[in-house]
Nanobody, 125 residues
Framework: QGQLVESGGGSVQAGGSLRLSCAASRLTVNSYCMAWFRQAPGKEREGVGIIKMGGSTKYAEFVKDRFTISRADAANTLYLQMNYLKPEDTATYYC???????????????????WGQGTQVSISY
């Protein structure tokens, strides 16, 4: 059973940056399509972006040119670099793993088998 543990959340002012990490165990991040999702209070969970097994990435329109997903295979860790943060980026951020490169670009939560517990990100004005 794969396990994912997020870290790096916190509170920053608008315009600032944060880097989230997702440490994986009992699964190998480059053998799965890995994703970041987020959920704001009172809203549905939404996909932020994915990195396929081969390393290609895809992002939701609302984070393009601000967020970057990467992974460190040796450390078996996924990252989300977030720049130019906005108050509307406030949410709990989750990493997730799917064993299908074919379906994961849809960024549908149901397509992802393993989930972390989430890390809170708060952006103030």
């Amino acid at each position: 059973q794969g396990q994912l543990v997020e870290s790096g959340g916190g509170s920053v002012q608008a315009g600032g940056s944060l880097r989230l990490s997702c440490a994986a165990s009992r699964l190998t991040v480059n053998s799965y399509c890995m994703a970041w999702f987020r959920q704001a209070p009172g809203k549905e969970r939404e996909g932020v972006g994915i990195i396929k097994m081969g390393g290609s990435t895809k992002y939701a329109e609302f984070v393009k040119d601000r967020f970057t997903i990467s992974r460190a295979d040796a450390a078996n860790t996924l990252y989300l670099q977030m720049n130019y943060l906005k108050p509307e980026d406030t949410a709990t951020y989750y990493c997730a793993a799917s064993n299908s490169d074919w379906t994961c670009p849809r960024l549908r939560a149901d397509d992802f088998r393993y989930w972390g517990q989430g890390t809170q990100v708060s952006i103030s004005y």
